[in-house]
């Protein structure tokens, strides 16, 4: 902000309030096609505190306000030609200052909300867009994992390309005892989480193409679950249920499903 004293040695009273004479139009048509009168330009920096947005030329239809042609400046409106100008000023004014708000406003929502996970990570994964900026892409997870479960993410964009990922149907996590992946992550990316608080991903049953359905005993999928009848049970007409609060999304039961298609899926989550 600046002092009187410095704004009073710097711009001349006369410069100050009357930056210009006002400027005169020949005659009425002059006047209805013509209002460039580039006061704003010659306000010293000082003074036009309130005004730099308006530091700019353009051309102007006098009578309806239409910005005709914009000349060298520097952004904004200028405001000079009437109601109709001053209208289209401060409407553009709002948008831009909308626009940028709700750019900002979408982004952050988007880390809050959360990205949706198209595959499965690593235990103790972070939120997918959080995850995505965090993770190193250096490959100790994918080194230490002795299930060799964990890949890395290959022929995709480069957002993704590197970061970790467990593909169910070929190898899942087997919940080890160590869980040494997320201890060897130095990035943070993969946080080190309780057992019970796993959330890779859940699993889900289509019953349709399940072999119980046709009458055959199989019980694949809730023998070999890691976390037992805590994650996967048969229900009293002997189907096969998931229990949400208990499953970890590691991947067994998708594996280890013998019916095509899969009966058995996990889901990223």
Known sequence: MYSLKVFTEIVPYRTRFFPREPFEYPDDKSRATRAHCERCIEMPAPTARGL???RTRRTVGAASGEVVRRGPGRGGYCVSAGDGGRRQFFRQLVDRTLGQAADY???QVDGL??????RLRPPGAIAEVNFLD???RCGNCVDVCPAKAIQHTKGESDELNGTPVIFADSQPCLVCDGLECMSACPSGALQITPRAQIRMGLAR???EPCLRTTGELCTECVDTCPEGERALRFDAQGAVEVIAE??????VCQWRCPSQPKAIVVLPR
């Open 113 to 118: 909300v959360g990205r949706q996970r198209q």
């Open 205 to 207: 049953i289509d019953h």
């Open 52 to 54: 730099r947005i308006l």
């Open 105 to 107: 406003v979408g982004g």
């Open 134 to 136: 965090t993770c190193y």
């Open 246 to 251: 208990g499953c970890i999304g590691c991947g």
